[in-house]
């Protein structure tokens, strides 16, 4: 499966912006997709999931109540919707998803096999 991320730019803070990825391929119903972010010199960030075709939403404790992650099955997309953006969100954006992800291994980069190309975020102040 390949992943294509798109819908990064500049945006003010308290701004909104929509991220969303794209899956080729097919996707099974074990398919897990989340969203990771990455500022320079630091590791890799869970940022949201959505474990597999659940519906089950998981969120980074920075985002919970900014960012709402979506899913669409049909058309194997995920999408990032984030609110009230804050400088600190300034990040490369990455879409990962992988199989059989366990629940306890969700916010783990490590956990996914399948990443995006990555796009850049930057919150002005």
């Known amino acids: 499966v390949q992943l294509q991320a798109s819908g990064g730019g500049l945006v003010q803070a308290g701004g909104s912006l929509r991220l969303s990825c794209a899956a080729s391929g097919r996707t099974s119903s074990s398919y897990t997709m989340g969203w990771f972010r990455q500022t320079p010199g630091k590791d890799r960030e869970f940022v949201a999931a959505?474990?597999?075709?659940?519906?089950?939403?998981y969120y980074a404790d920075s985002v919970k109540g900014r960012f709402t992650i979506s899913r669409d099955n049909a058309k194997n997309t995920v999408s990032l919707q984030m609110n009230s953006l804050k400088p600190e969100d300034t990040a490369v954006y990455f879409c990962?998803?992988?199989?059989?992800?366990?629940?306890?291994?969700?916010?783990?980069?490590?956990?996914?096999?399948?990443w995006g190309q990555g796009t850049q975020l930057t919150v002005s102040s």
């Open positions: 990962a998803g992988a199989n059989g992800v366990i629940l306890s291994q969700i916010r783990i980069a490590q956990a996914y096999s399948s």
């Open positions: 959505m474990w597999r075709s659940s519906g089950y939403q």
